[in-house]
């Protein structure tokens, strides 16, 4: 039987390439998205050119509405009947320091970034017997530069989660971690941006989103590994 991957964010950027590469790996998928409607069924009619074979569905969902995050995980095995592998992808990506940061905007960043992907992985461990869990932080999460401070708590605490988890719901749960730096330029950025920020990274260029599909591979293929964060941002970590 084949197995069934659920994306959060699956309409654009990380979650879409995401979707991509596991349709040429065989998946049947569930395409989250929020607004982007138009987009999600764009990306499912490609995906359908890529392996006609699999099955692809959308599920709109709001990750801030806290109804929608804890019914999604039951809504998608209600349509395809299991449930293997979990991306938690979506996320809010908002600048702000500390000073400039309103509660609504911290609300926010937590709810999506950190407190969705919690109730999915619980909601995922409640209603399957096994699976694997992939949570998409932050190169940010070894920094402490306030300039995006929800955005950059909130995956922090998300990191804190994929441990957390990993140690708890093992061995019938792997739950890991991808941690991409400057692999897309942000909404309203263009290459320029993203080659500039590479520059001062120690491998001095952009790899884009080819590592971050590496390291999904390996999390996947590697059947003993949980607890575990894979960096894909030319070595910024080490700054």
């Known amino acids: 039987m084949r ?23 065989g998946w049947d998928l569930a395409l989250h998205f929020h607004h982007s409607e138009t987009e999600a069924a764009e990306l499912k009619r490609e995906l359908k050119h890529i392996n006609s074979h699999g099955t692809y569905r959308l599920f709109q969902a709001d990750l801030n509405h806290v109804p929608d995050a804890e019914n ?6 209600s349509a395809f ?66 300039s995006h401070a929800a955005y950059s708590l909130s995956k922090k605490v998300l990191w804190e989660l994929t441990k957390m988890s990993a ?14 730096g400057a692999v897309l330029p942000p909404e309203g950025k263009d290459d320029a941006y993203l080659n500039n920020l590479s520059e001062r990274t120690p491998m001095k260029e952009a790899a884009g989103l080819k590592p971050v599909l590496q390291s999904l591979s390996y999390i996947l293929e590697n059947e003993n590994l949980t607890g575990q964060v894979l960096f894909c941002d030319s070595g910024e970590q080490l700054l």
């Open 3 to 25: 197995k069934v991957a659920l994306i959060t964010g699956s309409a654009k950027r990380i979650g879409r390439a995401v979707a991509l590469h596991l349709a040429q790996s």
């Open 72 to 77: 999604l995980i039951s809504n998608v095995i």
């Open 81 to 146: 009947a299991r449930l293997d592998l979990l991306v938690n992808n979506a996320s809010v990506f908002q600048p702000g320091t500390i000073k400039e940061t309103s509660t609504m905007m911290l609300q926010r960043n937590l709810q999506v970034n950190f407190v969705a992907p919690f109730i999915l992985t619980r909601e995922f461990a409640n209603h399957a017997d096994n699976g694997v869990i992939i949570n998409l932080v932050d190169t940010r999460i070894k920094k402490n530069n306030s």
């Open 167 to 180: 140690l708890e719901l093992a061995p019938a749960f792997r739950v890991n971690a991808i941690a991409p």
